[in-house]
């Protein structure tokens, strides 16, 4: 079994890591990723990131680190951001700092306001990225693509968990500020 790991040596890590642990978030067994890899473990983020004391600790663990930076709002990827976004919503709203939120889809809606970009993102804006789980960081940038698209400047990439695979080295090696709650380490 891979190990999981701290990537934020800070107290609000540690809780999201124990909780991490508690959902049974880290599973073995035969499973196909989104960037169609095959691997032998998956780290399920909606189990800890869907979970009352799972989203606020980690709302509060990407909050700390947000606040250093002054950002005008921060966004998901689809869907294992949106969880995320919320929890930093709420978690800035109780600090008394609010951070407006958006959320990226895939593509835009063909119904409605037709959007591919929901919720509060102006143009301008300086902005933060978040995901749940991090592998070749394929659907981290596209969101970044469709953010830069809408005028706005990401300052900063985070995500619950890297896997070490490949992702989080091409954000960087791009010029993104790139960070990690956890990282798994096979």
């Not at 124990?18 to 960037?35: C, Q, W």
């Not at 979970?51 to 509060?60: F, I, L, N, R, T």
């Not at 959007?115 to 749940?132: F, M, N, P, Y």
Request: with cysteine; hydrophobic share 40%; aromatic share 6%.
């Amino acid at each position: 079994m891979p190990k999981l790991e701290l990537g934020l040596n800070t107290a609000s890590a540690r809780k999201v890591e124990e909780i991490a642990r508690k959902v049974g978030a880290l599973l073995e067994g035969d499973f196909t990723l989104t960037s169609g890899k095959k691997s032998r473990y998956y780290f399920d983020g909606k189990k800890l990131t869907l979970s009352p004391e799972g989203a606020y600790w980690v709302g509060k663990a990407l909050f700390e680190e947000l606040t250093k930076i002054g950002i005008d709002s921060v966004g998901g990827v689809a869907v294992g951001g949106y969880p995320i976004v919320a929890a930093v919503a709420v978690v800035s709203y109780l600090e008394g700092k609010p951070i407006p939120t958006f959320i990226v889809r895939d593509v835009a809606k063909e119904h409605g306001t037709k959007r591919q970009i929901e919720g509060h993102l102006k143009e301008g804006s300086i902005v933060a990225v978040v995901d749940d789980v991090i592998t070749t960081g394929g659907s981290v940038s596209k969101v970044i693509e469709a953010v830069e698209a809408a005028n706005c400047k990401v300052v900063k990439v985070m995500v619950l968990v890297d896997r070490h695979e490949g992702g989080s080295d091409k954000l960087k090696k791009d010029g993104y500020d790139f960070a990690a709650i956890l990282n798994i380490l096979p």
